[in-house]
């Protein structure tokens, strides 16, 4: 079992940065590729960036590209999320997410945390 906690959600303004931060524990950490994802009311799930557990490859959704930034440190069992230059199409529910294999689709993803809220008023 691994448990994720996210923290570091809030209210921000549009153009403001926020970072999110996951905290793991339970099995080792490195093992997993980890990802964020975010819900927004009234949608569905969606990806927003991943990296795996060896070598810190990274990938992100097209529409947070260039401002968003996934970092993981093995050490503290921590993966985050820098968000810059937030838009109010960004507020959801971000979720961490802990797997085997590092994709895009939520399926591969056998843990998650409870979320933390992000909302972005323009």
């Known amino acids: 079992q691994v448990q994720l906690v996210e923290s570091g959600g809030g209210l921000v303004q549009a153009g403001d940065p926020l970072k999110l931060s996951c905290a793991a524990s339970?099995?080792?950490?490195?093992?997993?590729?980890m990802a964020w994802f975010r819900q927004a009311p009234g949608k569905e799930r969606e990806f927003v960036a991943r990296i795996t557990w060896s070598f810190g490859r990274t990938f992100y959704a097209d529409s947070v590209k260039g401002r968003f930034t996934i970092s993981r440190d093995n050490a503290e069992n921590t993966v985050y999320l820098q968000m810059n230059s937030l838009k109010p199409e960004d507020t959801g529910v971000y979720y961490c997410?802990?797997?085997?294999?590092?994709?895009?689709?939520?399926?591969?993803?056998?843990?998650w945390g409870q979320g933390t809220q992000v909302t972005v008023s323009s």
């Open positions: 997410a802990a797997g085997r294999v590092a994709a895009i689709g939520a399926t591969a993803y056998d843990y």
């Open positions: 339970g099995r080792t950490f490195s093992n997993y590729a």
